[in-house]
Structures are given as structure tokens and as C-alpha cells.
């Protein structure tokens, strides 16, 4: 019964299933995120056991907007994606603008499952909420990243940033994007309410920027 419970918040897409994720994930979750080559693009350190892992679960991963990339075909957690307050990071964030932002492992790079994660999570907030816009970057020296929001929507703002918060963020600049809701949607703007500050708004850091090409 519990697991139904916590399965109730999810989305699908041919490929994928976006549902929270579970504490028996960790073990695959560790899997994708100790590769030194997924966190630091991110600008998050690899993960270094299991327990870890399954504390991010617990703790940053624990929350309604934050999802588990599942493949249909294996069942498995590949990825993360999701959005949150922007509150803590350097992005030149708009008033209780959210900041989205996801990863997946290293064996799915360069086969679309970023941008078809990326663009069925922002058909749900067009659809559920009235958040009319949402920030995101990613680092200059990673440009694929880049590619994947632009494909779903999200426009440059001409400004860079640096976020030494970052996981080897020193000196290396943040390409700002921004999503604007479509505008036959923008009536349900007036039902927004912006996401409160807990835990995980300390902690976005996991999801702050994205990095995976399609």
C-alpha cells in the first residue's frame, strides 16, 4: 500500500517513467551517480557508497517535485530530474521563479532521454501549475546541455554567471536559459504559489544545472 502511495505522482512518455523515487533505488542510483564524469558536469561530486545514495533519497530526493528517470524497458532509475526554488544559487532568477534541472547516467548519453524527460515534466508544470517561468543553465564548457533545453523551449537571457557553490564551479562560467509558460496557458498564472523553502531547497545542487546531451 505504501508503494502505491508513492507512485501516485508520476508522468510517462514512451520511453520513460518519471515517478518518485524509492528508497530501494539506491543502489542504482549510486551506480550512475559514483561515475566521475556525470557529477562534476553538474557541478556535484560523485557519490561515494550506497549509503549515500540512499540518504539523497531520503533527504534531497524527498519531495513532490523531484522524480526518478525510469526506463520502461528495464525498470530501472537512470536518471534524475526536477525543479525547485532557485533561492540559493547564483542564476539571475526572477521572484520565486523556480530552477529545474536533471542528469542521467553516462551509458544513456546522446540517445534523446534528457530532452524527452525534460519536455514531459514541462507538459505537467504547463499543465498542474501556474508557474510562469523557469530558470536553468549550464556550464560553457559543456554546450550539449545547452542544446537539450533549447529543444524543449528554453531561450538564452544573454547572461552568464559564475556559482562557486558549484562543484568545481570556480571560473567556469553559467549560460542562463529561460522557459516562459506558452502563452494560451498564461491564464492559470494567477493559481501559482511558489515552492516552499525546505530541505531540498538548501541542497538543489544535485539537480541545479544540467549537463546530458540527447
Known amino acids: 500500500m505504501a508503494k502505491a502511495k508513492k507512485l501516485e505522482n508520476c508522468m510517462e512518455s514512451g520511453r520513460l517513467l518519471l515517478r518518485p523515487w524509492l528508497e530501494s533505488d539506491a543502489e542504482a542510483l549510486f ?10 558536469r553538474a557541478g556535484w561530486p560523485p557519490h561515494q557508497n550506497v549509503k549515500e545514495s540512499l540518504e539523497i533519497i531520503r533527504t534531497l530526493f524527498h519531495n513532490d517535485t523531484t522524480w526518478a528517470i525510469v526506463l520502461k524497458e528495464t525498470d530501472e532509475p537512470v536518471g534524475a530530474i526536477g525543479y525547485g526554488p532557485s533561492c540559493e544559487c547564483n542564476l539571475p532568477a526572477r521572484e520565486d521563479e523556480p530552477l529545474i534541472g536533471y542528469w542521467v547516467g553516462k551509458p544513456y548519453w546522446n540517445q534523446g532521454i534528457c530532452t524527452e524527460a525534460l519536455q514531459l515534466m514541462l507538459n505537467h508544470i504547463s499543465r498542474s501549475t501556474g508557474i510562469p517561468s523557469l530558470i536553468s543553465g549550464h556550464f560553457t564548457d559543456n554546450p550539449a546541455s545547452g542544446r537539450v533545453m533549447e529543444k524543449c523551449g528554453f531561450t538564452p537571457t544573454g547572461e552568464t554567471c559564475i556559482d562557486e557553490t558549484q562543484y568545481m564551479g570556480k571560473d567556469r ?15 492559470c498564472e494567477e493559481n501559482y504559489q511558489p515552492c516552499p523553502l525546505t530541505l531540498y531547497s538548501k541542497h538543489f545542487f544535485f539537480l541545479r544545472l ?5
Open 210 to 214: 544540467t549537463f546530458i546531451c540527447q
Open 31 to 40: 551506480k550512475y551517480a559514483s561515475n566521475p564524469e556525470v557529477g562534476p
Open 173 to 187: 562560467p553559467i549560460r542562463v536559459l529561460r522557459w516562459k509558460r506558452p502563452l494560451e496557458l498564461q491564464t
